[in-house]
């Protein structure tokens, strides 16, 4: 299977992201709809991954972040907060989540932002920690799931 990431331009690509997310989040895990529709989608970038340039089967969003943490323009980042990342039942463990990821921290780097951080699900852990990102803190509750804080640096500085 060919997978292809883009970043969701058309309303209709947004949906796409949407639907995935409804899917996963919302009617899977059981998380309310008011707590996955945060009020930060209209500022964010997302990417949609497609099977072999037709159906989407998985998102994910970047959000860039100023020092102070607000969201902010890409070009003035300098954290990616990578979240929102999703990938349908039936096409996970093929390799979807990897190219999403790499898809968000080539965005990331291509604006200029130098590390990046995520909220990890505790059962994915590993999964990233295979990307260099490395855990940070206690575990904490999101959404009523057990969730890792977890960093890295995309290039260069401290």
Known sequence: MDTVVR????AEERAACWAIREAVFIR?????EDLERDGLDEIARHLVAWQEDRRAIGTARVLALDADRRPVPPE???VAKIGRMAVLLAERRRGVGRVLLDAALDLARLHGIAHAELS?????VEFYEKFGFRVEGEPY????IPHRRMTRKLWGGS
């Open 28 to 32: 899977e895990q059981g998380i309310a």
């Open 120 to 124: 990890a699900q505790e059962y994915v």
């Open 7 to 10: 970043e969701a331009r058309s």
């Open 141 to 144: 509750l999101e959404a009523g």
């Open 76 to 78: 003035q980042g300098e």
